[in-house]
């Protein structure tokens, strides 16, 4: 029944969307802002937008997410928000006392032009507080651009270098990802011996405990004196091109701190990469523990290889994460025949490759057997699988329509997963996180093979 | 949070009863608040996203059409079309240089996919500012398709969610235009034709399917249904709207305005009614049978009472057992239905000691007032900081709200009925009522709260 797509391609000259792929930057800033410790993001524009996005947000981490507005009305949009920040500013530190406030703007406040900057100058900041901002026009990018924008602020805000020489330490930027992630890869540096910085950090924030009290700035977040101490570090690893370089090459240009641009640690090439960088920039030794898990997660792909072998795949998502499920069901011997995001995918700088380049470059030898596309829709993802079906279906939950209109499996990851619970606290990245993608994997492939097998080939053992 | 937490702006709209003054409402929120509110195209969506056959376009960045992808919960016994999300993802250069063409290119290609009766274009904020003229490239598209394309004027900041609400009623009043004499000759035939009150019902969006509960007890009465506002509606039944000869309406924060609009357009007369809880459900049914003038109406609605009450008041009094005596907050968005929630938790033997909304009117503030106990706390547009204050202050076991009020009173160790978009169950009606009671029973008495370490 809700099946409205039709199989045959034709051209889509308008540039609408049809089931979008992607939302809006300030839903990512605000995401990021939450992962300071002691921030409260706050939205300048429109009550709506950060209703919505609280919303949103609220849904995916089933965890009260709080965040303020500038509230604008009809008189902000003509004369400018100007004075709508200033009260919103105070009347903030006045309420809910916050040591940060992340400012975001909308699509609105940007095209009125309002100079964040100069408002926030002119507001009365307590002493030791902190305001800052990122401009996230709705209309340019995507929700990972605004996460992007915020993280890339944080270190013109705060980031220093202020010893005469960089210090073992590194900078994890871990990207547009779940707390649960978050967590797995502060283990695994952990696990190396190497003392990090990471930023965003969500964790403790968004996956807070239940205490039976309301905590309005829960223990989580990186610290503002952390955030200031990236800029001593050694190295940062910027993990997910599209919401980690901005940050990474700021802490260059801003306190010298160089970058290894690495894929989101997904998988075991991805893992192995994370891993290795930082053997090689900090001498540190990969522990048995580590090893065993690498040493665990092979013994399982080789345990169960041939039940994806030559499968198809359609993933979806965004464009980091994206980019890791497809080297990681390359590497399980799928093909992943449909490869979309909805995030438009422009080359991030020199040397650096934009998301149709980079996903071809992970298919290498496949990539003129597979469909790869920025900027796309779910619409177009659907006429994929209709003119070229697939065994598999990874993307978030806007998937469910597709898997249901076509009877696919479907496996849920990323951003956002509204229709099931506990997804944000446990990792898809690391060795712990590629187990916990196998088992989903092909819990899914074998529950449907269960399904539909007739009754004599109906089998206990699989 | 301790006692910060109310600003000496905020304390105009907040309310304990027994305190001699009047609460303040509808007005502009302060800005910096972690305000529950939302703004005039998440008004204007909500109460014509359930329209099946439609496009919803939204016309703007790709956000505001991210969001309101079929997040409403209302349910379709025929079209789908309104669970797709349609935008015209406004880029920079449509900022500069205006988005109408690709406006008119969007409506041109989603007509010619789906071939709908009806186009809903959505003003966003930024719609409101780059000056785009939404009412020429509509006129245009339908001129050019022979179909009905609507805009919707739900630029964000201009008000808050009521503004959406009649932004709303104002495209549906367009929608069923005809002329005043043509209408009351329809009227007539169709009635006629009928044999039994054509009506039409207002402000119920088919949430779990909560309309077709109320279209069988109407029918069941001898009423027939003419087009629901705008649950499970299609674009042609609603055109037929000025046949009925009466509007109920349930939602009224969403469709007071329409019925007036109709009453004075169209002559057809509204009354308020309510499905939420036993008492009020037969309440309504009377109320629309004292309406519509028969005695003979009036025997259905006490036989349809009383076989309803049969079934279910004994299994609601099962769960009154457990829940009598417990204390509940109500934070919903319109005042109607949180003045039903004060009636139908006193049914489970419950007392409501905090009650607000995002946008209730003076009138039905002044009735909640008169309903609740001494104490109770009355608020408008209530900040998280003021929620938690006041369920803590107020000892109360349970919240009802929406989306984001729910982790919040999770967090506080508190049980949590969703009575928005995510509900499960129907919630009209005499079984909704027994769902009420077993949504309530199940939250206020799982064993889940046995784990929490705190102290309550």
Partial sequence: MLDYTPKALAERKSGGMINPAKTCQPIGAMYAALGIHGCLPHSHGSQGCCSYHRMHLTRHFRDPIMASTSSFTEGASVFGGGANLKTAIKNIFEIYNPDVIAVHTTCLSETIGDDVPTII??????????????????????????????????????????????????????????????????????????????????????????????????????????????????????????????????????????????????????????????????????????????????????????????????????????????????????????????????????????????????????????????????????????NEPVDLLIGTTYGKYIARAEDIPFVRVGFPVLDRSVHSYMPIVGYRGAMRLIEMVSGALLERADRDAADEDFELVM | MGESTALPEREAFILTKGQKKTLRCDADSLAGCVSQRACVYCGARVVLNPITDAVHLVHGPIGCASYTWDIRGSLTSGEDLFRNSFSTDLKEPDIIFGGEKKLAACLDELVEKYHPPVVFVYSTCIVGVIGDDLSAVCRAAAARHGIEVLPVESSGFIGNKSA????????????????????????????????????????????????????????????????????????????KA?????????????????????????????????????????????????????????????????????????????????????RAAVYVGGGFKAISLI????????????????????????????????????????????????????????????????????????????????????????????????????????????????TR
């Fill in chain 1, 121 to 386: 100058k002119q507001s009365e900041v307590p002493d030791g507080k902190v305001v800052f901002h990122a401009n996230t026009p709705s209309y340019q990018g995507s929700h990972v651009t605004g996460f992007s924008n915020m993280a890339k602020a944080m270190v013109t805000t705060f980031a220093e270098a202020t010893l005469a020489e960089k210090k073992a330490q590194v900078n994890l930027l871990p990207g547009f990802v779940n707390p649960g992630d978050m967590r797995e890869i502060k283990r695994i540096t952990k696990l190396m011996g190497v003392p990090f910085v990471m930023f965003p950090d969500t964790s403790g924030v968004v996956d807070s405990p239940m205490t039976g009290k309301f905590e309005m700035y829960p223990k989580g977040g990186t610290t503002t004196e952390e955030l200031k101490d990236a800029g001593n570090s050694q190295l940062t690893l910027a993990m997910g091109r599209f919401a980690s370089i901005g940050a990474a090459e700021q802490l260059e240009k801003k306190c010298g701190v160089p970058f290894a641009d690495l894929q989101t640690p997904i998988g075991i090439k991805a893992t192995d990469a994370f891993v290795m960088a930082l053997r090689g920039a900090f001498a540190a030794e990969v522990p048995y523990e580590l090893e065993e898990e690498r040493g665990q997660l092979v013994d399982i792909m080789t345990d169960t290889h041939f039940h994806f072998h030559g499968k198809k795949v359609a993933i979806f998502g965004d464009p980091d994460v994206v980019a890791g499920l497809t080297e990681f069901v390359l590497s399980l011997g799928m093909l992943p025949v449909h490869v979309l995001t909805g995030t438009p995918g422009g080359a991030l700088g020199a040397g650096v490759l934009g998301f149709e380049e980079g996903i071809k470059d992970i298919l290498g030898p496949v990539a003129d057997k597979c469909n790869v596309k920025a900027a796309g829709d779910l619409f177009l993802l659907h006429q994929w699988i209709k």
């Fill in chain 2, 343 to 454: 009636r139908q938790f006193r049914e489970l033997g419950i007392e409501v000691v905090m009650v607000g909304t995002q946008t209730g009117r003076k009138e039905e503030y002044q009735v909640m007032n008169d309903l609740v106990e001494e104490g109770a706390v009355i608020m408008d547009d209530a900040n998280p900081a003021e929620l938690e204050r006041f369920l803590l202050e107020q000892g109360a076991d349970l919240l009802v709200g929406g989306v984001k009020e729910r982790p919040l009173a999770y967090k506080l160790g508190r049980a949590f009925i969703d009575h928005n978009h995510d509900r499960k169950h129907p919630l009209s009606g005499f079984v909704g009522a027994l769902n009420f009671a077993k949504e309530v029973y199940s939250t206020v008495c799982s064993p889940v709260w046995r784990y929490l370490n705190a």
């Fill in chain 2, 242 to 326: 000025p046949e009925a000869c009466l509007n109920l309406i349930q939602c009224a924060g969403s469709m007071q305005y329409m019925a007036g609009q109709m009453q004075e357009k169209y002559g057809i007369p509204y009354r308020q009614v309510s499905f939420l809880g036993l008492q009020d459900t037969a309440d309504s049914l009377r109320i629309v049978a004292e309406s519509l003038g028969s005695a003979e109406m009036a025997e259905r609605v006490e036989k349809l009472i009383a076989e309803e009450a049969a079934v279910y008041a004994p299994q609601i009094e099962y769960y009154k057992q457990f829940l009598a005596g417990k």
């Fill in chain 2, 164 to 239: 959406g609400y009649r932004a709303a009623c104002d495209t549906l009043l367009k929608l069923i235009e005809m002329p005043p004499e043509e209408a009351a000759v329809r009227r007539q035939a169709r009635q006629a034709s009928a044999g039994r009150p054509v009506i039409n019902y207002l402000g119920d969006f088919n949430l779990a399917g909560e309309t077709w509960i109320i279209r069988d007890y109407l029918h069941r009465i001898g009423v027939a249904v003419n087009v629901v506002f705008t649950g499970d509606s299609t674009c042609r039944e609603l055109k």
